[in-house]
């Protein structure tokens, strides 16, 4: 890090050597988290004590992942991570069933209204969910089964796919109706 002429520590840009900022005088975007918890959690081994047994085999295993998001106050959204995960074996048994709602509070500021949707559905749950992977992971070993250690996940990558399923969506209909 550099010094500015103040003696305050902070990262020079190219705008003459003034510290971070619009020469406008706009503010930095500053974002906190303010709380993270867990909303929801469920386990269930219907198949206990046999679905625990030598030879039942490797279930087949179908993960769901959601991200929603509420305004909680004029700079305050809740961001939810739903995970969900459905294990099944070969003769369509159910191994297992969890799901997971974990949420985290978000304190936004100064944040431009063209970033906040991409911040709120991209970033924020990229940073709940090495959290909630592991509380995921210590109820599937806690059910009896090895844990369940979920891929880390492209949120961007969701979300451009589901803007471009609703465009998709929206254009058929439009063809449709015309």
């Given at each position: 890090?550099?010094?500015?002429?103040?003696?305050?520590?902070?990262?020079?840009?190219?705008?003459?050597?003034?510290?971070?900022?619009?020469?406008?005088?706009?503010?930095?975007?500053?974002v906190?988290i303010?709380?993270?918890?867990?909303?929801?959690?469920?386990?269930?081994?219907?198949?206990?004590?046999?679905?625990?047994?030598?030879?039942?085999?490797?279930?087949?295993?179908?993960?769901?992942v959601?991200?929603?998001?509420?305004?909680?106050?004029?700079?305050?959204?809740?961001?939810?991570?739903?995970?969900?995960?459905?294990?099944?074996?070969?003769?369509?048994k159910?191994?297992?069933i969890?799901?997971?709602?974990?949420?985290?509070?978000?304190?936004?500021?100064?944040?431009?209204?063209?970033?906040?949707?991409?911040?709120?559905?991209?970033e924020?749950?990229?940073?709940l969910?090495?959290?909630?992977?592991?509380?995921?992971?210590?109820?599937?070993?806690?059910?009896?089964?090895p844990?369940?250690?979920l891929?880390?996940?492209?949120?961007?990558?969701?979300?451009?796919?589901?803007?471009?399923?609703?465009?998709?969506?929206e254009?058929?209909?439009?063809?449709g109706?015309?």
């Amino acid at each position: 890090m550099a010094e500015n002429e103040t003696g305050d520590e902070g990262y020079i840009n190219g705008n003459g050597g003034e510290a971070a900022g619009d020469a406008a005088g706009e503010a930095m975007p500053q974002v906190s988290i303010l709380a993270q918890y867990v909303k929801d959690l469920s386990f269930e081994n219907p198949g206990a004590p046999g679905s625990l047994q030598q030879g039942s085999g490797q279930p087949k295993i179908e993960i769901n992942v959601n991200v929603g998001v509420r305004q909680q106050s004029e700079n305050v959204y809740e961001v939810e991570l739903k995970l969900s995960a459905n294990a099944a074996f070969e003769n369509g048994k159910t191994a297992f069933i969890t799901e997971l709602l974990y949420g985290g509070l978000f304190g936004l500021q100064n944040v431009p209204q063209e970033h906040l949707e991409l911040f709120l559905v991209v970033e924020a749950p990229r940073q709940l969910f090495p959290f909630a992977r592991r509380i995921f992971a210590d109820a599937t070993r806690d059910g009896g089964f090895p844990p369940l250690m979920l891929d880390p996940i492209d949120f961007a990558q969701l979300y451009f796919a589901r803007q471009q399923q609703a465009e998709t969506a929206e254009q058929s209909g439009e063809i449709g109706h015309a």
